[in-house]
């Protein structure tokens, strides 16, 4: 299937005598997903569809009490600082963005009036400008309105570097006016073929109130108390939080949806594992909800057999995989480990690396530990199919692995690790508390002592491991560690964001609160290139080619190790009705859940 294809394809749609779902098969059968065929329907002007879950409850409120499990307590509530998917997930409750993503890829309105489209003038031609007009009546939970003006000003605070906001690199880079008091244009530096990224998600895009945040620009960013107290346009305002964990919260009387919430209060609860979290709604009942089911496939079957509850598993572009530091973890330089300033004594060494990708048995742990939870892979990226690239192959073999330290110079010493230079092959691999990490961890540190490699297992409670405490030593974006593992989420139906983790203006350093998007600390001027160049390139093949070469550079240099391709598994009592999305927070539609 041609470009001239697709515009055929493309004018039936908009001529009514091909459906959208219709459309969707015919480009999937040649590689294109879901997600990025919405995306080319938007750009022809054909307007994306409904939010994905039919909504039932002709009122608002009645719906008693939706009580949720967390595993991983959320520690913060300003989502501009929101490190973890954990406390974005909470941050939502309270807060929105202009759109969010549904799980086919649409672009659904939230704060905004409409999605843009050329159409309606909301998209620039030349790909250089979005215009998006807000939505009229919405108040804050302290009843002032909302308005262009929080727009504005959140973009002023995310861009202030001295913020040192998780989503700086949404912003930065971009200039955004006020029209008039509901609308707002965003201007780029270049032409910008995914515009959907400022104010958009649950990742990037939550719309500050500039009367809370005003006097807390900068360098004041963490003072702030609503930092820990949120006041927000949300379906649900705050009542009480209690970080590591509870949050508790009510309904919004006066929520800008007709007939939402249904539940009248909120409970969210942290703190526990995955397992606890699992029987408490799929044995107990206590529970309605619970977050990220990362429990072994053979328990998971176990408690669905008692049906009080069903898991619910959503397709993403979310990846477990491992880090190679290449930095010098031990050796601290001007109050930092891990510091740009250092190098790996041994994991510099790119035959180690390779050797370390060879030892990692992906298909044991898909088969033995995930099930359906996680597919092995090899890239990175995963989701959509186009840009996934076909280049990436796993292999696992001790053998080999040997027989690569050996050319490398590396001797087994008396004790069976192997040296070079006086520096043993002895490392700390670190990741969060979960059971099916440890026995990753395991399988992995088994095969690496066959090839003379020793590995320190380090399991740290997850909502440590993922906070975003600047004077915590053991945040998975400090990395003082030479390995690490976890999960990272792909937050958009496009995968250049999620990319940034790739680049060098966002490694993650002391000087913006171990904060940037890059942790491993790698930087390849190749990579740095092909995304930028992606980041301007408005012909969907050629761009899509160079994400993918991103992703290449990383797992070929052996920094980033993927292990599994993740969906979202979580947990839900069979009378809730919940609309989750692969490709924006849990909570990006949590205004519509009801029970039946």
Same mark, same amino acid.
Request: glycine share 8%.
């Given at each position: ?57 002709? @009122? ?93 000003? *959140? ?54 109130? @500039? ?134 004594? *041994? ?110 297992? @380090? ?138």
């Amino acid at each position: 299937m041609n470009e001239h294809d697709i515009r055929g394809l493309v004018a039936q749609v908009k001529q009514g005598t091909l459906s959208r779902r219709s459309f969707i098969q015919r480009v999937a059968a040649v590689g294109i997903a879901a997600p990025i065929a919405s995306q080319i329907l938007v750009w022809h002007d054909v307007a994306m569809a409904d939010a994905t879950l039919p909504y039932k409850p002709t @009122k608002a409120g009645g719906g008693g009490t939706l009580k949720m499990l967390l595993w991983q307590a959320p520690t913060l509530l300003n989502p501009h600082f929101a490190l973890g998917t954990k406390d974005q997930i909470a941050s939502r409750v309270f807060f929105e963005p202009l759109a969010g993503w549904d799980k086919d890829g649409n672009l659904v309105p939230c704060l905004a009036a409409e999605v843009p489209t050329k159409a309606n003038g909301g998209l620039s031609a030349d790909g250089m400008s979005v215009i998006w007009k807000l939505k009229r009546g919405v108040t804050w939970h302290d009843g002032k309105p909302f308005t262009a003006d929080d727009v504005v000003f *959140t973009w002023q605070y995310a861009a202030d570097l001295a913020t040192a906001a998780f989503t700086t690199g949404s912003y930065k880079d971009i200039k955004v006016e006020k029209i008039d008091d509901f609308a707002v244009k965003v201007i780029f530096k270049a032409p910008t073929p995914f515009w959907a990224d400022p104010f958009v998600g649950g990742q990037v895009g939550q719309i500050l109130p @500039k009367h809370h945040f005003g006097d807390y620009v900068g360098a004041k960013s963490r003072e702030a108390p609503a930092n820990l107290k949120p006041v927000g346009t949300g379906p649900y305002k705050f009542v009480e939080f209690k970080p590591g964990d509870l949050i508790r919260a009510e309904r919004n009387p006066d929520y800008h949806v007709k007939n939402q919430p249904h539940f009248d209060t909120l409970e969210i609860k942290g703190g526990g594992d995955a397992v606890s979290a699992a029987r408490a709604v799929l044995q107990t009942g206590e529970y309605d909800f619970a977050w990220n089911m990362q429990v072994e496939e053979e328990v998971l079957k176990r408690m669905e057999a008692s049906g009080k509850g069903k898991l619910d598993i959503t397709p993403s572009g979310n990846v477990e995989f491992v880090i190679l530091n290449t930095t010098d973890p031990w050796t601290e330089v001007d109050g930092e480990r891990s510091s740009l300033k250092t190098k790996h004594p *041994t994991l510099s060494d790119p035959a180690v690396r390779r050797a370390i990708n060879l030892l990692i048995d992906r298909d044991s742990i898909q088969k033995f530990i995930y099930g359906r939870g996680g597919i092995a892979t090899a890239s990175f990226v995963n989701a959509p199919k186009q840009f996934k690239s076909p280049k990436l192959k796993y292999e696992f073999s001790i053998d080999k692995a040997n027989k690569i330290l050996d050319e490398a110079g590396w001797k087994k010493g008396a004790d069976g690790v192997r040296e070079k230079d006086g520096k043993k092959l002895k490392y700390v691999f670190q990741t969060s508390i979960n059971a099916p990490r440890q026995k990753t961890q395991a399988i992995i540190k088994q095969a690496c002592e066959k090839a003379g490699i020793d590995i320190e297992i @380090k399991a740290v409670t997850a909502s440590v491991f993922f906070s975003s405490d600047v004077g915590n030593p053991d945040t998975y974006s400090k990395f003082y560690a030479d390995m690490e593992m976890y999960n990272t989420t792909q937050p958009q139906p496009d995968p250049e964001r999620f990319l940034n983790q790739c680049v060098s203006w966002e490694i993650a350093t002391k000087d913006n609160k171990w904060l940037g998007r890059n942790n491993s600390r790698y930087s390849d001027p190749e990579a740095d290139k092909a995304y930028k160049a992606a980041q301007s390139e408005l012909d969907p093949a050629k761009r899509a080619a160079l994400l993918m070469k991103v992703d290449e550079i990383f797992c070929e240099a052996n920094v980033f190790l993927p292990l599994l391709s993740r969906p979202i598994v979580n947990a839900g009592a069979n009378n809730l009705m919940i609309d989750i999305s692969g490709w924006d927070t849990i909570t990006w539609n949590l205004a519509a859940w009801y029970r039946v």
